[in-house]
């Protein structure tokens, strides 16, 4: 009797793990942040599926896609081989940092990064 072995998916462990704490950090102010885009009336959520879930879920739909996006992202990292991963969440990071920085003058001040820097 022969027993097939099951292939199992090959994860690349990560190779820079202050990027991904700098990622879960970022990732965190900003689901705050869209957590509260829906309590402001002068602030809109612009992503349709934190929306969507918002919609059916209500507050405790914000956390769940912003947990979802985090775990793809993550998951994407895994997969990448190095240095891809790195350059990846690398990647990601400037991004969130970017988004974060808006978000959190969008709730303050009640203005976008673009309109503060004037362009």
Request: net charge negative.
């Amino acid at each position: 009797m022969r027993v097939d072995t099951v292939t199992r998916l090959n994860l690349d462990p990560p190779e820079s793990p202050s990027l991904r704490v700098a990622f879960l950090s970022l990732w965190f102010v900003d689901m705050v942040a869209a957590t509260l885009f829906f309590v402001v009336p002068y602030a809109n959520e612009l992503n349709p599926i934190t929306v969507l879930f918002f919609d059916y879920l209500g507050f405790s739909g914000v956390p769940l896609a912003a947990t979802l996006y985090a775990l793809i992202i993550m998951g994407i990292g895994h997969i990448l081989s190095h240095p891809r991963d790195i350059q990846f969440i690398g990647l990601i990071v400037a991004l969130y940092a970017l988004l974060v920085v808006n978000n959190v003058l969008l709730l303050l001040s009640g203005e976008p990064l673009v309109a503060v820097i004037g362009v």
